[in-house]
Structures are given as structure tokens and as C-alpha cells.
């Protein structure tokens, strides 16, 4: 599918469920001075950098006031983060759309309150591997960091219009799971030979030698769907709605803030993500990833629905889904 044509979801920025006072999901005072205490959860990529921006600048601490401590944390990928949100662990934060609606379906309390991110997913091959085109894919294996991840739902999608599947689903593509900082010496050791992957890993990975297959504005999905959401739980946006509004406030800051201070925003990205992974990404790699990802709050509740029947026909979930009560953009002021 061409630029353009679909969704425009959100990392995920990547988000966790916001909870209120007084239960397990409740913003706590336990070891915070008499404080509460408001947990944000994100990934370290480029994705996610809204998190990374209000955490530079202290944008939640600035909105939610004195009285209330902010902590951060970091997840590898979706289900964790989203077994975090749903224990209560972190009360909002930044991930990707298939997560979420995944969780959705099968019954778990959570809302998208605005986007974070689109675009930036890229299909690349090893240089060992040989493949030029999508016309050489049988029989090999590809990558991505979770089964029907928003990474593995845009690839699957754009293959399955061409004919191709994957072995889960009766087809001859072979799936594997795992951290995208770790593809690189995948790729060298030719245990995977192509990947559905985000940026910044994407870039990287062309720049060590790995070919582009399927560009961000030609997969499925790939710049109108958001690929980071900003999500909290019902029960909070019921039971404290001035905390989520002002945490959706903090998060619109920190995305204006990108989209005005591209350099400055790259610059703490780039800091941000060595201190997290120990990577060290190339300021030029990390400008190339910047030019396939948008940052923005909204988001497109047809193209969330779109995303999601992609799903179900693709079997990540047993039944066909409805989110007309996923999103619930009340507290966006753009």
C-alpha cells in the first residue's frame, strides 16, 4: 500500500494506564515523601520520543504540580508494557497500537487519549541473504519484536495483498521474535534474513550494509496508522479525570516541542536512548530515522479499526473486533 493510504493510529508513543486513588491502579504515595506518584512507561526508540522529551524537560512534573512525584520506566516491547499497565505498575506511558488493541479484545481496561508517533516501520534484508525484492522471500525468515506487533501486523498485511504468508498461518515465511538492537548481528550471524523493524534500527541497519525492501511509505499501514499511543485506563479516566487530562496536556507539550525543536528533540533522543540500551546511534542515523516518523497527537479512529480487522484476518485475534470504545480523545486540546 502506497503513502498515504491508510491509518493514522499513533508508537505508540508508548503508553501505560494512568490509575487513580485509593486502589492498586491509583497514583501512590508509598515511598514518595507523602507524594504521589504517577508511573510513565516507554520504549527506548525513536518512536517514543515525546516520553523522552517530558522527561528532558520536566513537562509532567510542570503540569501535575509539586505534590505529585513522576517516575519513569522503560519496557523491551508491547506485552510488557502492557502487563505493567494492567497490574497497575505504570498508570500511563507510550506503545504501539497492536498491543493495545490485542489487550482491548480480550478484555482489558484501556484507552488511547491521543497519538504520539506515525509512521516508521521499514522492511530491510541482510546483505548476506540475497533477497532484492519481496519476489524472494520464500522459505526465509524474518523478524520482528513481537508476534502481531504493530511491526509484524503492517509487514503480514502488505505480504498477504502480494500473495505471501507466513508459517504461523499455513504459509513458508519463518517468524521470529527479539530486540531490534540485536538485528544487526542477526543479520551477520544469518540466523534471520529480513526484518520489519522501527526506526532508529532501521537506518542503522542499511547503514551496516542491510537493503530495503519495503519503505515506510509503501507498507501497509505505514504513515497514516500510529505506531505510538499515548493509553491509561477507564477506571482512571472515571475516577480522576483532571490527572489524565493533565498528563494528555503534558504529552501535547512534549510533542509540540518536537515538531518546533527538531534538532534539540534528535539531540535528546539520542542521549536519552544510550543511557537506556548503551547503543550509540550516529546523530546522521538518527536524522535519516526522523525522516520517515511523524509525531502527533491525533488519531484516526477508522484507521485504528482498519489496523485491527487486519488483524483478525491475519489471526492475531479470535474474534473480529470493534474499538468504537478504545479511543477516547476528550482531553486532546489540538
Known amino acids: 500500500m502506497k503513502k498515504g493510504l491508510l491509518l493514522s493510529l499513533v508508537s505508540i508513543l508508548f503508553v501505560g494506564v494512568l490509575a487513580a486513588c485509593g486502589t492498586k491502579e491509583s497514583a501512590s504515595s508509598n515511598g514518595t515523601g507523602g507524594k504521589e ?32 512525584k513522576v517516575t519513569y520506566k522503560t519496557f523491551p516491547d508491547g506485552a510488557a508494557f502492557m502487563t505493567a499497565l494492567k497490574t497497575g505498575d505504570i498508570h500511563a506511558g507510550l506503545v504501539g497500537p497492536g498491543p493495545v ?38 522459505g526465509r525468515t524474518f523478524i520482528t519484536p513481537g508476534v502481531g506487533c504493530t511491526h509484524d501486523v503492517q509487514m503480514e498485511t502488505f505480504l498477504q495483498e502480494l500473495g505471501i ?13 527479539g530486540n531490534p538492537a540485536q538485528y544487526g548481528a542477526m543479520f551477520e550471524s544469518g540466523k534471520v534474513d529480513l526484518a520489519a ?4 534500527w532501521a537506518s542503522q541497519l542499511v547503514n551496516d550494509g542491510a537493503k530495503i525492501i519495503v519503505d515506510t511509505d509503501e507498507i501497509s499501514y505505514g504513515t497514516t496508522l500510529p505506531n505510538t499511543v ?8 472515571d475516577e480522576n479525570k483532571e490527572l489524565v487530562a493533565n498528563i494528555v ?22 542521549n536519552s536512548i544510550k543511557d537506556i540500551t548503551d547503543q550509540d546511534l550516529d546523530p546522521k542515523i538518527v536524522e535519516s530515522a526522523w525522516e ?18 487486519s488483524s483478525f484476518e491475519l489471526k492475531f485475534l479470535k474474534e473480529k473486533p470493534e474499538f468504537s470504545d478504545l479511543i477516547d480523545t476528550q482531553f486532546l486540546t489540538k
Do not use: C, W
Open 101 to 138: 488493541m490485542n489487550n482491548f479484545a480480550n478484555g482489558a481496561d484501556v484507552k488511547i487519549v491521543a497519538g504520539a508517533s506515525s509512521g516508521g516501520t521499514v522492511v530491510v534484508a541482510s546483505e548476506k541473504s540475497g533477497i532484492e525484492s519481496v519476489n524472494d522471500l520464500t
Open 249 to 270: 496536556k503534558a504529552h501535547e507539550k512534549s510533542v509540540s516541542f518536537i515538531n518546533e525543536n527538531p534538532e534539540e528533540a534528535r539531540e535528546i533522543a539520542i
Open 230 to 237: 499515548l493509553v491509561t485506563s477507564g477506571k482512571l479516566i
Open 197 to 200: 523493524v522501527p526506526e532508529p
Open 37 to 68: 506518584e504517577v508511573i510513565i512507561g516507554y520504549f527506548p526508540n525513536i518512536d517514543h520520543v515525546p516520553a523522552m522529551i517530558a522527561k528532558e524537560k520536566g513537562y509532567f512534573e510542570e503540569v501535575l504540580g509539586e505534590n505529585v
Open 292 to 309: 520517515r516518523v511523524s509525531y502527533t497527537t491525533e488519531v484516526n479512529a477508522d484507521v485504528v479499526q482498519e489496523f485491527a480487522n
Open 165 to 177: 504468508t507466513s508459517a504461523r498461518i499455513g504459509g513458508t515465511l519463518k517468524h521470529v521474535t
